[in-house]
């Protein structure tokens, strides 16, 4: 009932709301309105911090001396052991074996003693022949040589010796010869022999004193065919430090004996030089030098004074160096040292078996030369490095070889004239990358007289690939510039003679070497030489073998 009436009152009640009225303004602007921006300005690009507390520095301590009571015991550790990297296997001796088209055979031979730090010996033996014919003649040649060495180490000094002997054999098939056995000869009178046999002993002090001067003492004889020709050479390097300056002075003996054969008819002659060289090092203003001299007397008293002078600069650390200064060289010339450069070389007086209508002696003069040189080394960039020098001087006694020819022979005898010379040699080495790299040597010469069989212009190129040295590959090609060749008839005529001279063709060498490691003790390689097929005169009236190739196995034990 109550509710009732209380909706009835709400109902019929009324009631007035008066609300606030705002009246609109209006703004009336007279001139253009530009709204702006201030620009904002800091007053620190870097907000800095800065802590006015000051850290207390001393401090205050008491120490006790006291006894931590522990059953706990500690397990002593035991001491490390350092284990070497293992030193790879050595082997005792080596084997090799080959044969090939145009090559009769090639045989070599390695024994070594084991590691040891007080002695070491061994013995090396090599053998190359070939059988074969040019113009159905015979033009073999042969080569056996067989090195005995031994090395005693001991406290302050070390002592080596060697024992050298070889062999060299070659046809002379200018003219030649198809028979191989000549009655009443003890050997083919076309075959040209050479057996030279060296005995050495030799010192080194290894002692750092001052007042040890001697450091090293060489001593050797040796012998060319039976005595036809002996030197003994005796040697000393003193050595000593002067004031900041190092001072090193080689005194040498060298005594010539030929013809000492019993059975010669020929006349024994000899010849004894005694020489000294002082050189002497230091640096100044950034440069080191090296000074010396060459001072000769031989047994006629004839006395010889040559100086040395050397400049080396490094303008760049590591990258580039260069030098120069004035150098001397001497070759002393004898039947040995001839033989090497030209084994068709006339005989008379060496034990050979000769059909005789003549016979003269090689003249054995010294070679000296004396040049003005500067050089380089340039460090291009990692693993690839150029070299190179120029030279020019005068040469005494400069040696070269003149054709003599009869109806038995056409060898050759050494001639000796003055020159001047120029000399430029460059070599460049590169490391492509880890399997290709690239050599390159080359050499120029210029004379002003007309030398004979020496070439102006060498150069071999080469590029050796490595694969893993498992498999190398080698190929290279070599180039001999162009030579004047001499022809004189017996008996030999003066140099200045009116003579006939020809020029023999420039000669373009391709070789190739193939050389597979199957594992570590056996090998095999191929090489294949003159693929050109080049048949050019080595020497006037000497033709090249051709195409010749060679296959081999090698074993180490």
């Given amino acids: 009932m109550k509710l009732n009436k209380i909706f009835i009152v709400i109902l019929f009640s009324a009631s007035q709301l008066l609300a606030q009225d705002i009246g609109t303004t209006e703004v009336r602007v007279f001139e253009g309105f530009k709204p702006t921006i201030p ?104 080569n056996n040589n067989l090195h005995l060495f031994a090395k005693k180490i001991k406290k302050d000094k070390i002592y080596i010796a060697n024992l050298d002997y070889e062999r060299i054999g070659v046809f002379t098939y200018g003219i030649g010869t198809d ?49 036809s020709e002996n030197q003994i050479h005796l040697s000393f390097n003193l050595s000593k430090t002067i004031n900041s300056f190092a001072c090193n002075l080689e005194i040498g003996f060298d005594n010539y004996l030929r013809y000492n054969n019993l059975d010669s008819q020929l006349e024994n002659t000899d010849l004894k030089i005694l020489g000294f060289s002082p050189t002497t090092s230091f640096k100044r203003f950034g440069i080191d030098f090296d000074l010396g001299f060459d001072f000769d007397i031989d047994h006629d008293f004839a006395i010889g004074f040559f100086p040395k002078i050397k400049a080396t600069k490094e303008l760049v650390k590591d990258v580039l160096l260069i030098y120069g200064g004035l150098d001397y060289s001497e070759q002393k010339h004898t039947l040995k040292s001839l033989s090497d450069e030209n084994p068709y070389i006339h005989s008379f007086g ?18 000296d030369a004396q040049e003005l040189y500067v050089g380089m080394r340039n460090v291009l960039g990692k693993g690839e490095v150029l ?26 005898q050494v001639n000796y004239i003055n020159v001047k ?10 490391e492509v990358n880890n399997i290709i790299s690239l ?84 090998s095999a390689y191929v090489q294949l030489n003159n693929l050109t097929n080049s048949k050019k005169d080595i020497w006037r009236g000497y033709l090249e073998v051709g195409f010749n190739g060679l296959f081999g196995l090698n074993y180490s034990f």
């Fill in 439 to 522: 050599n390159v040597n080359a050499d120029y010469y210029k004379w002003d007289k007309e030398v004979y069989h020496k070439p102006d212009f060498t150069c071999t190129v080469s590029t050796p690939v490595n694969l893993r040295n498992k498999i190398k590959v080698i190929p290279s090609v070599s180039y001999i510039g162009k030579r004047v060749a001499l022809e004189s008839p017996f008996p030999p005529l003066p140099y200045d003679s009116v003579l006939d001279a020809i020029e023999l063709p420039t000669q373009i060498h391709a070789n190739l070497g193939l050389y597979y490691n199957y594992t570590q003790n056996i």
């Fill in 421 to 430: 010379q120029l000399h430029a040699t460059a070599n460049y080495d590169r």
């Fill in 350 to 367: 060496t034990n050979q078996s000769i059909l005789r209508d003549s016979s003269f002696l090689q003249e054995l003069e010294i070679t």
């Fill in 179 to 227: 028979k191989k056995y000549f009655e009443g000869f003890e050997n083919n009178p076309y075959y040209n022999r050479f057996t030279y046999t060296k005995f050495s002993i030799s010192s080194i002090s290894t002692e750092k004193t001052s007042d040890k001067m001697i450091r090293n003492t060489t001593f050797f004889i040796s012998d060319l065919n039976e005595r």
């Fill in 39 to 142: 620009e904002a300005s800091r007053l620190n690009s870097k907000a800095t911090f800065s802590d006015t507390i000051k850290k207390e520095r001393t401090q205050e301590y008491t120490v006790i001396t006291t006894d931590l009571k522990s059953d706990y015991k500690i397990r002593p550790l035991k001491a490390a052991k350092v284990k070497p990297d293992k030193i790879p296997k050595l082997y005792q001796s080596r084997m090799s074996l080959g044969a090939g088209y145009r090559v009769g055979s090639k045989i070599s031979a390695i024994y070594n003693s084991m590691r040891s730090k007080d002695i070491s010996y061994g013995v090396i033996f090599n053998h190359f022949n070939n059988n074969i014919k040019i113009d159905k003649k015979l033009a073999g040649k042969s």
């Fill in 387 to 412: 070299e190179g020098s120029i030279a020019y001087g005068i040469v005494q006694n400069f040696a070269h070889f003149i054709g003599l020819t009869n109806d038995n022979y056409n060898r050759f």
